[in-house]
């Protein structure tokens, strides 16, 4: 495993967001829903492609908050601009569990 110096990871923006909209994506190469987030006043809505198909349904994700990196560019995944990377943990290979807080927290909150 390569390591990283502090700078580095202290440059990532890994932010609470709350789903505010879930949707099929069935453009997706893989199976994956497109997902709107809000991370709060200072950040705003971002839109995400996620690949969580497996244990999530799309009613189980609006009002669910998100462990999401906010600061990289935007992606293009077939018709759909993806602005963020929700965080998750991969359970087997194909499974992923959404990285999540234990505990409502403000969307935006900074993780340290």
Not at 83 to 88: D, M, P, S, W
Request: aromatic share 8%; glycine share 6%; net charge negative.
């Amino acid at each position: 495993m390569d390591t990283i110096d502090w700078a580095h990871f202290e440059s990532v923006e890994l932010r609470i967001g709350t789903i505010i909209e879930a949707n099929e994506f069935p453009e997706a190469h893989n199976p994956a829903y497109k997902l709107k987030i809000d991370f709060g006043d200072s950040i705003g809505t971002k839109k995400s492609s996620a690949q969580i198909t497996d244990l999530y349904d799309i009613e189980q994700l609006v009002g669910k908050q998100v462990i999401a990196v906010v600061n990289l560019p935007p992606k293009q995944i077939g018709p759909f601009i993806s602005e963020c990377l929700v965080t998750g943990l991969y359970r087997n290979e194909e499974e992923v569990v959404l990285a999540v807080p234990d505990k409502q927290t403000p969307n935006g909150a900074k993780l340290s």
